[in-house]
């Protein structure tokens, strides 16, 4: 397996109950994970205990055979090669497109940076808008912005934290098939937490569906979530 998580706790300093109650998951490489759950449930918390933003209070987190976190051993969150799409996509509104993108490649050369810019210019269908800002684009085109940033540096995993909630009901649809759509030619393994039971049949090769700081089911979309649902964001399981 590519991702090993294995009995994973975590609660919150002054908090009375555990966020996260021994939770697994294995995952394979370039596959598109979905956790799904309510508000509170602890999905973002797993984001940020994989991201090494928060330390587990026990349990194991291992991505492509290296250890991240267990008893013994912290990887610290600038070592772990794993891409982050916020929310609120985080973009520097000072900086244009291509200085967005090219914000976490200090370490390539002039040339190589160019090259790669160009790549994932035409990998998320925004060639040409360079030169543009945050302020001059759609939300749909900020993503994906975003995402190019994320994936600039090559990283071995990317998240992403309720990648479609700024986005128009009538863009998300498309927005959802050209994510998966890059997200499968990349080859890369993916991440995703959401509300939405519709984002997770879009997107994901399997969810996870969380309750209360607890996995209560993991399978293909089809098999978790109730597909007979009209404007219904969440069913428990």
């Not at 060639?127 to 085109?141: A, D, H, M, N, T």
Request: charge should be positive.
């Amino acid at each position: 397996m590519y991702i090993e998580i294995k009995d994973l706790d975590f609660k919150y300093q002054n908090a009375k109950e555990h966020t996260i109650k021994g939770f697994c998951l294995s995952v394979h490489q370039g596959e598109i994970i979905s956790i799904l759950g309510s508000s509170g449930c602890g999905k973002s918390t797993i984001l940020r205990l994989i991201a090494g933003l928060e330390v587990p209070s026990s349990g194991s987190i291992v991505i492509n055979g290296k250890v991240m976190a267990n008893h013994n051993r912290f990887e610290k969150p600038e070592n772990r090669g794993i891409g982050m799409v916020f929310q609120d996509y985080a973009l520097f509104p000072h900086m244009t497109v291509a200085d967005n993108i090219k914000f976490g490649l200090r370490k390539m050369s002039r040339n190589e940076k160019l090259n790669r810019l160009n790549d994932l210019l035409e990998l998320v269908g925004l060639s040409g808008y360079e030169k543009r800002f945050p302020y001059e684009l759609s939300g749909g085109q900020q993503q994906r912005v975003a995402l190019a940033r994320a994936l600039a540096p090559n990283p071995s995993l990317i998240m992403f934290d309720e990648p479609f909630s700024n986005l128009d009901a009538n863009i998300q649809q498309k927005i959802r098939d050209e994510l998966r759509d890059i997200l499968k030619r990349t080859g890369i393994t993916s991440i995703f937490v959401t509300h939405d039971q519709k984002d997770a049949l879009a997107l994901a090769d399997r969810v996870v569906s969380m309750r209360e700081g607890c996995v209560t089911k993991v399978g293909k979309p089809e098999e978790v979530i109730n597909t007979n649902f009209n404007d219904v964001r969440f069913i428990s399981n």
